[in-house]
């Protein structure tokens, strides 16, 4: 017998069906969430929604973001959004003013305290990884692909198929089954060799062991604030902000092929590890 919302029901789903769904979808981690938050808050799909204030407002986005995408699996989106209207929730797309705000508001020490806070928690290896997403400014997702793909070609012998030395550059845009997806892309990095040499003798690494680190510690994950940093960073060292977008995947995987492959890249590493190299150093010390 199916669950009822309003006069709409649903029968009972796969949930390995559901996960499956989402992952053809999203990037495996925030797959992971979304499908982890949706087990658990389901009931609240034809359920009483003022449990929702009951949660801080961090989880209660991964919550509504949660039920929105198994709304939309099961069929009932359009019923599920207007139970939200009904219970006065609002939830939109960060507008890029609001982006601005934020950026605007952060405070660049604050995100390097919380480095420092947060590498005393982790081993040498994920405090690696840490400085990594600071000087790529990739996505939590794309930078555990990365971090452990050059670990891994490099016992293999093949890191020459990802990083390319004489341009100091990681070639994520070579796997694109990894990097370039549906809506969010990840082509090129510029990493100083030193830093390659140091990650390649690092250990993988995982998501979800730094995250119950940090949470064991009460010090919240903030990884994803890194490529923020780095973005508004590199702006104020004097790049553009077409080539921040190029670095940060802003960019369709064409027009980054037609007009940005050699010989611009060589000049653009260079501004690029010219503005990175005191955030380099700095990291050194927050970090060691």
């Not at 709304?71 to 139970?83: C, D, T």
């Not at 793909?149 to 796997?175: Q, R, T, V």
């Not at 690092?202 to 730094?210: E, H, R």
Request: with cysteine.
């Amino acid at each position: 017998m199916g669950h009822h919302l309003g006069k709409v029901s649903y029968d009972p789903y796969d949930p390995l069906d559901f996960k499956i769904w989402l992952l053809s979808r999203y990037s495996k981690s925030y797959a992971v969430n979304i499908f982890r938050y949706a087990r658990k808050y389901e009931a609240m799909l034809i359920g009483d929604l003022r449990d929702l204030w009951k949660l801080s407002p961090n989880v209660q986005d991964y919550v509504i973001k949660a039920l929105i995408a198994l709304s939309k699996y099961l069929g009932i989106y359009e019923e599920f959004r207007s139970k939200l209207k009904q219970y006065g929730v609002k939830w939109t797309k960060q507008s890029s003013f609001n982006s601005f705000l934020r950026i605007l508001n952060s405070s660049d020490n604050d995100v390097l305290e919380w480095l420092r806070e947060a590498g005393r928690a982790l081993n040498p290896s994920e405090r690696m990884f840490l400085r990594f997403c600071l000087l790529t400014g990739l996505r939590k997702s794309e930078a555990i692909i990365s971090f452990n793909k050059i670990i891994a070609l490099s016992k293999e012998g093949k890191l020459s198929e990802y990083y390319d030395d004489e341009l100091n550059c990681l070639l994520h845009f070579k796997f694109s089954k990894e990097f370039i997806r549906r809506t969010k892309n990840c082509f090129i990095s510029f990493i100083p060799r030193e830093l390659l040499k140091q990650i390649q003798h690092s250990k993988p690494v995982s998501y979800n062991a730094i995250r119950k680190k940090l949470e064991r510690r009460n010090i919240p994950v903030r990884i994803n604030e890194l490529r923020d940093f780095f973005g508004t960073y590199l702006l104020q060292h004097g790049l553009l902000e077409a080539e921040v977008n190029l670095l940060q995947g802003r960019l369709p995987a064409s027009v980054f092929i037609r007009h940005y492959w050699t010989p611009k890249l060589s000049e653009l590493r260079d501004k690029v590890l010219k503005a990175i190299e005191t955030l380099q150093k700095e990291t050194l010390t927050i970090l060691s």
